[in-house]
């Protein structure tokens, strides 16, 4: 992508972070789960909800569907991808059912997924097995990755006669690993198997994500990460020969009469955050645009890894030159914080009544409540891990804190 010139360019760091509403004393370092938005993107949602207003059934649908349009337009291409086949979803979630909804599955039919991939995605593999007879299966996937090798190996290996569909992370979320997602697309289907990928975490973080990936059936990725777009900001693309089969999980007025018109119809909603997405993706440009941003999220993310990996003592899960590391990184809690007997120390997820209840691992609320960092804790395999973000308002001092946070726990 060209280099934006922007007037007023912004410094990383501290001097970037006065354009967030985070708190002041807060270390922000989960930029991975839900962004961040900026508050000029706020304001201008305001401004846009106000216009809206003044005519509601132009704002909404005789207008907005052209400025939906003209947005999904312009995020193909941010993302590398063919506007006609890019539609927008409320979020990546949204956008794996969708399309576990329209491919085409036979009961025995087996659906592979990541030991590492997300689970809410797993959960909707489940909930196909269930309505449709598929057989779900996880890969496993040694750790810690040399190198784009083992991914292949493992997938491969994975495949049987019986394999049809595959699910593949992009990004991984609890490893935070960058995955060789061309070599494992292309080898899946020289055995017959089709992709969906998910790309939750690639916009942004990689350039033109979409662009030359081996041609999955479909791609699905968050706006509302590293873009830091207005939540709810996620898109779908579809490969041509699956375009009329594809259906978003809701159906509207304009059933069969195009990808687009299906996508851009929905139902009535907020449009405000699909038309803004655009001015998200622009707003870097104030940092020298995304090829500056992502050179020095990057370069923080390997920085600070290694720094960690040696000031905690532990073992990376991935190799320190950063090869496989994008705007976070994953690395294991020492040995004292391990829980005892391996496994979560979270509540497990067995039926019940009543309210969702948020259970947040006590290291993760030691780290909030005593040291005012707010980081996940994630595990895998049985173990504790704790997963950082880099994005244009953090600086190395942060991570340096973390492990003196970490030290002390
Ligand atoms: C790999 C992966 N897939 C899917 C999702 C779901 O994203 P969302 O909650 O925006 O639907 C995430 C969220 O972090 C993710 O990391």
Redesign the pocket.
Known sequence: MARVHHEQRVGFGVEARSQWDLAPDLSFLNH??FGAVPRVLQERATEARRAIERNPVEGVWRDGVTAIRASAEAVAGFLGADGDRTGFVS????G?NAMLQSFPLEPGDEVLHLDQ??N??WQSILMTARRRGIVPRKIEIPLPIDGPGDWIDAVERAITPRTKLLVL?Q???PTALVLPTRAIVEMAKSHGVETIV?G??APGMLDRPVADIGDPIAWTG?L?KWPCALRGT?VVVVRGDFEGRMKPTVISHHLDQSFTAEFDWQGTFDPAPWILAKEAIDFMDRFGGWGEVRRRNRDLAIEAHAMLVERLGVEPISPLDGSSLGFMATLPLPDRLQPAGGGSPLPSADPKSGPLEISVDPVQARLLEDHRIEIPVMYHGGRRFVRFSTHVYNEFAEYERLAAAIKVL
């Open positions: 991975g789960s979020n990546a979630t949204n794996i991939g997300y809410a995605v992370d990004i991984t979320s998910d939750a975490h968050n509302h996620a």
